[in-house]
């Protein structure tokens, strides 16, 4: 079992930057596809990225892509996404997610706001 913990959610200006962080217990990520996602009140899940296991490998949709960088700190068993650029449109709820067979993510974060003001 693993569980997730997000952090480093607030309130940013739009352009700003913000670093999200989701911290694992209960079981090592190294071996793990991690995935961030996004969703609003009402709104469907968004994919926001994922990272393979060692880093080397990232990807992003359309709509973060140049903007938002997903890492790993395997050895702090933490993986990050850092926001640049933020948009008003980029306000909503943060997950992150783990998966072991890179395809489903059954482990889930509880999530952290990211508001963007214009």
């Known amino acids: 079992q693993v569980q997730l913990v997000e952090s480093g959610g607030g309130l940013v200006q739009a352009g700003g930057s913000l670093r999200l962080s989701c911290a694992a217990s209960?079981?090592?990520?190294?071996?793990?596809?991690m995935g961030w996602f996004r969703q609003g009140a009402g709104k469907e899940r968004e994919f926001v990225g994922r990272?393979?296991?060692?880093?080397?490998?990232?990807y992003y949709p359309d709509s973060v892509k140049g903007r938002f960088t997903i890492s790993r700190d395997n050895a702090k068993n933490t993986v990050y996404l850092q926001m640049n650029s933020l948009k008003p449109e980029d306000t909503t709820v943060y997950y992150c997610?783990?998966?072991?067979?890179?395809?489903?993510?059954?482990?889930w974060g509880q999530g952290t706001q990211v508001t963007v003001f214009s």
């Open positions: 997610a783990a998966s072991i067979d890179g395809g489903s993510f059954p482990y």
């Open positions: 209960g079981r090592t990520l190294r071996s793990m596809v």
């Open positions: 990272i393979n296991w060692n880093g080397e490998n990232t």
